[in-house]
């Protein structure tokens, strides 16, 4: 019975050998076409799991190149993947068996399951299907794999991409929604749209504004005709919380990635306070060129580095606010007798200088009939990242006629009020005058009387000489002082008389060193002169210039006790200089604003009027030339003038 049983059951399998042999060789299972081209990998193992049959797509995928190194030698059961709970598992022919692993073609070649050229690894999906016989046993095994790796990747960075986006859109508070052309059905796909749920077409109208509808509608007919590929739009949608509209902006477009299946994929944004911020803005905008044309104000901005204006509500762009300005369209409105106070103002704004700038001008434009009174104002407004101003915002006004009557009436009280104060300094200029005049009349006058008296008494001849020279010393003294006192006068009155000559200037450089040089009585003083080698023709008041050099020389004899005194002349520009050097005891820098005003002395004590280098002053400057001096207390000064004239020079 037992050999029954087990001839009963080796004719059982060869039975299945012959019956699994004869549906390939038969093609039942695949015809040879269809087998070699399908595109996933298929092979055919007996019930002891020994490869039978394999196609191409599979040879490929394993990397292998000859067929019958592994048909008839490879056993599923003995892959090194295969345990003996999934061998059980695959022999019982109860279910399709699906596995999804990573396949690693090091690990085949170490167990030497088959040779394969392939190194890396793959993802490996596969599909045990048990074949059965007629009577349920199962006989063979179809194995389906594919290399999915790729796909697995593809997923992967899908996924990826997917999460990037979710973060973005939350980042953002953005949703996104789809709609389904045939069905006519929104749908949302990711955050909190307007909709909820499987929303038809007809149901979104119902909230969305009635104004909003056609846009909406247009923009999904576009893009479903294919008259554009995005479309992005902003509507209004009813929020039943906040009984009131909110604005949402949308970019949608058409997708087609399942075949038979069109649908358009929208975003979806609450642009709500964005866009209120921008009417709020835009009210804003309007308002102040209302208040601005209703107050005739002009708003500008000023580019440092361009050196350019954007002005609004101007009338010399034509109100045009995009066409900027430059500073010489600015300058041609401008009164011809204010551009000189406007570029000096605007100065600091050019050289981008952390200040603010007010100043006042007349303008006209061509629509102004006459000069109009502007007030300007401009502010620092942008900075560099090194501190630098790059922008001024500023304004400008008309002052209105009242206004300008009253700046007028100001003016004008200021400028009597300044009157005022001069007449006021000017009297007690004149009282200062009088009294210093007196006193300087006075002293050479009574030595003339007292030594004139003693004279008459006097029988000593030597002595009467000293009375002569003193007498004769304070006549000069006294005749100066009263020429002084007429050319001061004369200059006061506008009445400076002048007597253009041409004369040689070396002959009254040698005149002048002949007379002066008895003066200096002092043996430590040498007089030098810095005489010129050519004769030198000029053409000037011949009088004026000899008055302000000798000038400078009595004053130079007066405050030097040694050293020397140097007088010259010089050609420079078209005028002459005249100069006087001394080794005296120079000025302090606290009297150097002094030196050219009325009876100011450096030593009380020294005889003068304090006048000479005043009208030295006045005669030189009144002549269009220039005065000045430098000084060091101890070392000495030097004092010029450079009066403009005619000049000859002729060689000797």
């Known amino acids: 019975m037992e050999q029954d049983k087990e001839t009963s059951s080796n004719e059982d399998n060869a039975s299945f050998e012959e019956e699994i042999s004869k549906l390939i060789q038969e093609q039942l299972l695949f015809t040879e076409s269809i087998y070699n081209r399908l595109p996933i990998s298929i092979e055919v193992y007996d019930a002891n799991g020994v490869l039978r049959s394999i196609n191409d797509h599979a040879l490929h995928m394993y990397g292998v190149e000859d067929r019958n190194t592994v048909v008839n030698f490879v056993n599923l059961f003995k892959s090194p993947y295969v345990d003996d709970q999934l061998r059980a598992k695959i022999q019982s022919g109860k279910e399709i068996v699906r596995l999804e692993f990573e396949y690693d073609f090091e690990r085949i070649k170490n167990n030497a399951y088959f040779a394969t050229n392939n190194q890396d690894t793959m993802i490996y999906d596969v599909r045990i299907i048990p074949i059965l016989s007629k009577n349920g046993a199962v006989i063979g095994h179809i194995l389906l794999s594919n290399d999915v790796t790729a796909i697995k990747d593809a997923e992967f960075h899908t996924e990826e991409t997917k999460k990037d986006l979710e973060l973005a859109m939350n980042t953002a508070n953005m949703s996104s929604w789809v709609y389904d052309v045939h069905k006519k059905v929104f749908e949302p796909l990711y955050g909190d749209t307007v909709i909820k749920g499987t929303t038809p077409i007809e149901e979104l109208l119902l909230i969305l504004h009635p104004q909003d509808h056609q846009l909406l509608m247009q923009s999904l007919t576009l893009l479903i005709n294919k008259k554009i590929e995005r479309q992005q739009i902003t509507v209004r949608f009813y929020n039943a919380q906040e009984q009131q509209y909110r604005y949402y902006e949308s970019m949608m477009r058409l997708s087609t990635e399942h075949w038979g299946k069109l649908q358009v994929v929208g975003t979806q944004l609450d642009v709500t306070e964005k866009v209120r911020m921008a009417k709020k803005t ?79 001008c007349r303008m006209q434009t061509k629509y102004d009939k006459s000069w109009q009174y502007c007030d300007f104002t401009a502010v620092p407004f942008e900075k560099d990242e090194n501190g630098y101003i790059t922008h001024f915002t500023g304004f400008r006004q008309n002052i209105p006629q009242l206004q300008k009557l009253n700046r007028e009436q100001q003016e004008m009280i200021k400028e009597l009020k300044e009157l005022k104060e001069k007449a006021e300094l000017s009297d007690r200029l004149k009282s200062a005058f009088l009294a210093n005049m007196s006193h300087e009349i006075r002293t050479p006058l009574n030595a003339i009387v007292g030594f004139s008296e003693l004279m008459t008494s006097c029988n000593d001849p030597e002595e009467k000489n000293m009375y002569i020279n003193i007498i004769k010393s304070n006549n000069e003294l006294l005749l100066r002082l009263i020429n002084d006192i007429l050319d001061l006068s004369k200059i006061e009155a506008g009445i400076l008389e002048r007597k253009i000559e041409r004369f040689n200037l070396a002959t009254v450089s040698d005149e002048l060193y002949a007379c002066v040089l008895p003066k200096i009585t002092n043996p430590g003083v040498k007089l030098c002169q810095d005489k010129a080698e050519a004769s030198c023709w000029v053409t000037l008041d011949r009088n004026r210039l000899i008055q302000v050099w000798m000038n400078f020389l009595t004053n130079a004899i007066k405050y030097t006790k040694s050293g020397h005194i140097k007088m010259g002349y010089s050609i420079e520009g078209n005028g002459v200089r005249i100069y006087v050097e001394d080794t005296g005891i120079g000025i302090p820098q606290e009297s150097h604003d002094k030196v050219f005003a009325r009876f100011e002395k450096i030593n009380e004590f020294v005889q003068g009027t304090g006048l000479g280098l005043a009208i030295s002053k006045a005669i030189v400057e009144t002549a269009g030339g220039s005065i000045s001096f430098s000084s060091t207390p101890g070392t000495g000064s030097t004092f010029w003038a450079w009066v403009p004239c005619e000049t000859n020079i002729q060689e000797e």
């Open 282 to 360: 835009q009210d804003l905008i309007a308002k102040r060129e209302l208040t601005m044309k209703v107050s005739n104000i002009v708003h500008w901005d000023f580019d440092v580095k361009t050196q350019k204006f954007e002005s609004y509500n101007d009338p010399i762009n034509d109100y045009t606010s995009n066409r900027l300005l430059t500073l010489s369209e600015y300058l041609d409105v401008i009164h011809p007798e204010d551009r000189t106070s406007f570029s000096d103002a605007i100065a600091p704004m050019l050289e981008g200088k952390d200040l603010t700038v007010y100043f006042t």
